[in-house]
T-cell receptor
Framework: AQSVTQLGSHVSVSEGALVLLRCNYS??????LFWYVQYPNQGLQLLLK??????LVKGINGFEAEFKKSETSFHLTKPSAHMSDAAEYFC???????????FGTGTRLQVTL | DAGVTQSPTHLIKTRGQQVTLRCSPK?????VSWYQQALGQGPQFIFQ???????QRGNFPDRFSGHQFPNYSSELNVNALLLGDSALYLC?????????????FGEGSRLTVL
């Protein structure tokens, strides 16, 4: 079975500051890990994915995440926040079948001036 | 290139009624999955359809059923609606059932049960 824990339901950063959204996973098999973003009244959009290749994964809009097996973590970072990054972010895990994802409860990112 | 389209976007039902939600996958995709996203929660997997058959199912009661048509579009049916069924229902499409590629999500159907 797989599960994901996202630490912090709300994160607030200033524009230009570092964004760090935390995700820890649990999986009985080597996991595939994903970060999705959801803007208000929209569906989910894939930011990036880890599928057992490079541990540092680069995604869209300047985001990246690092898979750390020893820490069972897959934290999402962005060096400099932009107002347009304000959204809900979801970490998800699967056992290798992309369709069946187990999502975390989400982290709402607020970006202030 | 049309993405995943869902209908209706919003609907209101009363307890005990039945509802049907519809989804057309992204062009070239043959697998459709449905997720339920309650307010303030992450999406939860309901089931997946491939080759017109239910291939995987999450922890949802039999009141939730689905169908996939030869053109790969899909329906989600929920019978005997409960207040707790109020949620955003998301459809996602992909190619094949073991693809680790990107899942494309629609904008969802927001169901309110009164």
């Amino acid at each position: 079975a797989q599960s994901v824990t996202q630490l912090g339901s709300h994160v607030s950063v200033s524009e230009g500051a570092l964004v760090l959204l935390r995700c820890n996973y649990s999986s009985s098999v080597p996991p595939y890990l994903f970060w999705y973003v959801q803007y208000p009244n929209q569906g989910l959009q894939l930011l990036l994915k880890y599928t057992s290749a490079a541990t540092l994964v680069k995604g869209i809009n300047g985001f990246e995440a690092e898979f750390k097996k020893s820490e069972t973590s897959f934290h999402l970072t962005k060096p400099s926040a932009h107002m347009s990054d304000a959204a809900e972010y979801f970490c998800a895990v699967s056992a290798g079948t992309a369709s069946k994802l187990t999502f975390g409860t989400g982290t709402r990112l607020q970006v202030t001036l | 290139d049309a993405g995943v389209t869902q209908s209706p976007t919003h609907l209101i039902k009363t307890r005990g009624q039945q509802v049907t939600l519809r989804c057309s996958p992204k062009s070239g995709h043959d697998t459709v999955s449905w997720y339920q996203q309650a307010l303030g929660q992450g999406p939860q997997f309901i089931f997946q359809y491939y080759e017109e058959e239910e291939r995987q199912r999450g922890n949802f009661p039999d009141r939730f059923s689905g169908h996939q048509f030869p053109n790969y579009s899909s329906e989600l049916n929920v019978n005997a609606l409960l207040l707790g069924d109020s949620a955003l229902y998301l459809c996602a499409s992909s190619f094949g059932t073991r693809d680790t590629g990107e899942l494309f999500f629609g904008e969802g159907s927001r169901l309110t049960v009164l």
